[in-house]
């Protein structure tokens, strides 16, 4: 969510602890598509971090989607 050319955090941890609730991936499958250690991005899920960059974060996590949808038609997985 940006907002003023900024991102707003707590609405970025919101949304992506919604889609992490949502899509059937691992925060260690999560940890190695985005090369972030699983912990880090775990602390950044409940709240405790925030990303250093919030909005290479935020398109990191976007490019996630697709390759999620893609792996959900194709019967495949991150353990595949």
């Known amino acids: 969510y940006v907002?003023?050319?900024t991102i707003d955090v707590a609405k970025l941890q919101e949304?992506?602890?919604v889609l992490l609730t949502v899509l059937p991936?691992?925060?260690s499958e999560l940890s190695?598509?985005?090369n972030f250690d699983a912990s880090h991005i775990s602390r950044i899920?409940?709240?405790q971090r925030q990303p250093a960059n919030p909005q290479e974060f935020a398109a990191g996590v976007s490019s996630l989607?697709?390759?999620v949808?893609?792996?959900i038609h194709s019967g495949t997985?991150?353990?595949n």
Do not use: E, H, K, T
């Open 3 to 5: 907002r003023n050319n």
């Open 15 to 17: 949304n992506f602890n």
């Open 25 to 27: 991936v691992s925060i």
């Open 32 to 34: 190695r598509f985005l």
């Open 45 to 47: 899920r409940n709240g």
């Open 65 to 67: 989607v697709p390759a």
């Open 69 to 71: 949808i893609q792996m």
């Open 77 to 79: 997985s991150f353990r």
